[in-house]
T-cell receptor, first 116, second 116 residues
Framework: GAGVSQSPSNKVTEKGKDVELRCDPI?????LYWYRQRLGQGLEFLIY????????KSGLPSDRFSAERTGESVSTLTIQRTQQEDSAVYLC??????????????FGPGTRLLVL | AQKVTQAQTEISVVEKEDVTLDCVYE???????LFWYKQPPSGELVFLIR??????QNEISGRYSWNFQKSTSSFNFTITASQVVDSAVYFC?????????????FGTGTSLTVIP
C-alpha cells in the first residue's frame, strides 16, 4: 500500500513569505507527527496529532509555526513569515493508533525547505 | 542535556567488519521505548527496531543485533559483517511520557560508511 507522502518535495521561498507543507499519512493511521531536521543534525520533534487534535503544541519552535489536521487524514504545517533559520527538511510520520510511546512511526520522504 | 546521545558522529569500516553504534539515553519515565531508525542516502527513515523499558532481552535479526542495558542507559546497535548497503545515517530514539503528553526524542545520528 502507499506510504506517507509529503508535498512539495522541495520548496524555495523568500524570507518573510508564508509556506504550507502537506502530509498525507498512511491510510487508516490515526496518529501523525511532524519533525524538523536541520542539515547534518538529528530530528527535532515538533508536534503530533491523535486524530485531529494535538495534545501538546509546545514543540513548535515559535508562534510562526502552526499545524492542523482534518478528517484524521491530511495535515498541513504552516510557517508564517519564514526566516532563514527555518531552512531544513520537514519530516512527517504516521502510526497506526493514537501516538502512544511504543508505536512505530512510518516516515515520509520529507519536504526540503530553503529560505533565501 | 541531550535526552538521546549518539557520541559517534561518523564511522567508517571496511566491508565485512563488525561495527557497533552507541546510544545513551536519559529519562525519568519508568515506561519508555527505544528505537533505531536507518536513513539511507535516499533520505527516508526506515524503522529497524523497538524496545520497551521492561524488556532487556537482547535481540538479533540477521546481521543486526541490539544490546539494551538499563543499568547504563544504553541501547547499542551492532552490525555484523557489514555491507556497502549498510551505509546510512542511523538514529536512536526515545519515546517517553511527560505531563504534556508523549514526547519523542532523536539522537543526532551516526553516519556509517562501509568501504568496499
Amino acid at each position: 500500500g502507499a506510504g506517507v507522502s509529503q508535498s512539495p518535495s522541495n520548496k524555495v521561498t523568500e524570507k518573510g513569505k508564508d509556506v504550507e507543507l502537506r502530509c498525507d499519512p498512511i491510510s487508516g493511521h490515526t496518529a501523525l507527527y511532524w519533525y524538523r531536521q536541520r542539515l547534518g543534525q538529528g530530528l527535532e520533534f515538533l508536534i503530533y496529532f491523535q486524530g485531529n487534535s494535538a495534545p501538546d503544541k509546545s514543540g513548535l519552535p515559535s508562534d510562526r509555526f502552526s499545524a492542523e489536521r482534518t478528517g484524521e487524514s491530511v495535515s498541513t504545517l504552516t510557517i508564517q513569515r519564514t526566516q532563514q533559520e527555518d531552512s531544513a527538511v520537514y519530516l512527517c510520520a504516521s502510526s497506526p493508533t493514537r501516538g502512544g510511546r511504543g508505536e512505530t512511526q512510518y516516515f515520509g520522504p520529507g519536504t526540503r525547505l530553503l529560505v533565501l | 542535556a541531550q535526552k538521546v546521545t549518539q557520541a559517534q558522529t561518523e564511522i567508517s569500516v571496511v566491508e565485512k567488519e563488525d561495527v557497533t553504534l552507541d546510544c545513551v539515553y536519559e529519562t525519568r519515565d519508568t515506561t519508555y521505548y527505544l528505537f533505531w531508525y536507518k536513513q539511507p542516502p535516499s533520505g527516508e527513515l526506515v524503522f529497524l527496531i523497538r524496545r520497551n523499558s521492561f524488556d532487556e532481552q537482547n535481540e538479533i535479526s540477521g546481521r543486526y543485533s541490539w544490546n539494551f542495558q538499563k543499568s547504563t542507559s544504553s541501547f547499542n546497535f551492532t552490525i555484523t559483517a557489514s555491507q556497502v548497503v549498510d551505509s546510512a545515517v542511523y538514529f536512536c530514539a526515545l519515546s517517553e511520557y511527560q505531563n504534556t503528553g508523549n514526547q519523542f526524542y532523536f539522537g543526532t545520528g551516526t553516519s556509517l560508511t562501509v568501504i568496499p
